[in-house]
Every structure is written in C-alpha cells, then in structure tokens.
C-alpha cells in the first residue's frame, strides 16, 4: 500500500495507517480587512457556544489582536502553548495558518490573523 502525504506531495512506501478519520471542515471566509463582518461573525460563534481560536503570527501580533478584540468588546485569552480553545471567549495564539476553517463537530472556529484581518 502506498500513503501520500499532500502537505508534502510524496508518497510513502509501505505506509498503513492504522487508523483512519474522518473530519468534515468548512473553509473559513477570508476576512480581508471587513472588520465590522469580523465582529460580527466572532459575536455569532460566541454566542452559538463555539470555541474560537485566532492564530495571530507571533506575541506582538498576538497582543494587537487582543486589543482590536478588546474594542469590540470580545473576551479573549492570550495562549502561549498547546490549549484548547477557551470556552466563552476568543483564544488567541501565536501561530500561522494558510486559512482558517471551522470544525462543526467540535464546535470549533480557526480563524488566522496572518494578512487576511490584522490591523494596520
């Protein structure tokens, strides 16, 4: 059996999971500097009782964001490592990301901050 890697575009010889699973994603909306339809989708999730993750580059970047979200009147957390997204507020880590999704299973939104919705 042969297993492809597509983050790597190779294949693996002899490679046999010994488990696979399903995950159903949605792409998340490019946010490209709409703020107001930022707010607005992050006060939704919220108050559906969605977990929000924010990537947001790195601390500096991490600590504008919170401020922005602080604005708006968001709760948020700062995570500095492996958590999971905070229930009730908008957890925001250092991190990147190609594009954000959201995972209906879990209940969980991730959005990126790296050049789609970030602040001047």
């Avoid at 999971?17 to 159903?24: A, D, E, K, N, S």
């Avoid at 909306?29 to 006060?43: D, G, V, Y």
């Avoid at 964001?65 to 229930?87: C, F, N, Q, Y």
Wanted: glycine fraction near 8%.
């Amino acid at each position: 059996m042969r297993c492809s890697s597509p983050s790597l575009n190779r294949a693996v010889p002899t490679c046999t999971p010994q488990t696979l699973i399903g995950v159903q994603m949605v792409p998340m909306t490019a946010f490209q500097r709409q703020f107001s339809l930022l707010e607005s989708e992050l006060h939704r999730y919220l108050g559906e009782g969605m977990r929000v993750l924010i990537l947001a580059g790195g601390a500096e970047q991490a600590a504008r964001m919170r401020e922005m979200l602080t604005l708006w009147k968001l709760p948020t957390v700062i995570s500095r490592g492996a958590d999971a997204p905070a229930e009730h507020a908008v957890t925001i880590s250092p991190g990147t990301l190609r594009a954000g999704f959201e995972l209906s299973a879990s209940r969980t939104a991730v959005l990126t901050g790296a050049g789609h919705f970030r602040p001047s």
